[in-house]
């Protein structure tokens, strides 16, 4: 019953903006923090931004820093990763991750993010 569903990838230039959205259902949302992971061809999965509960803390990967906004909306189970300034290297499949202090990780099954010219 436990769901995370991503949506919002697709094809974009180089420089450009992509919002991604992962909705979850099926577990009390509040009580987990929540990430984004990425992973392209030939390369282990990375994590690429996480959200604390209440969204009290964020935390980016180098490559992303200061290009991507991880935010929540507790109301709506959604977690959303605004893109700015897209490179081709960030050409991946991005996933939805949630953990809570349990131990409990949960995994949605990505949404390709396509950049290029």
């Known amino acids: 019953q436990v769901q995370l569903v991503e949506s919002g990838g697709g094809l974009v230039q180089p420089g450009g903006s992509l919002r991604l959205s992962c909705i979850a259902s099926?577990?009390?949302?509040?009580?987990?923090?929540m990430n984004w992971w990425r992973q392209a061809p030939g390369k282990e999965r990375e994590m690429v931004a996480g959200?604390?509960?209440?969204?009290?803390?964020?935390t980016y990967a180098d490559s992303v820093q200061g290009r991507f906004t991880i935010s929540r909306d507790d109301a709506k189970s959604t977690v959303y990763l605004q893109m700015t300034s897209l490179k081709p290297e960030d050409t991946a499949v991005y996933f939805c991750?949630?953990?809570?202090?349990?131990?409990?990780?949960?995994w949605g099954k990505g949404t390709l993010v396509t950049v290029a010219s």
């Open positions: 991750y949630a953990r809570d202090l349990g131990d409990r990780r949960y």
């Open positions: 099926g577990f009390s949302f509040s009580d987990f923090s």
């Open positions: 959200i604390s509960r209440y969204g009290r803390s964020t």
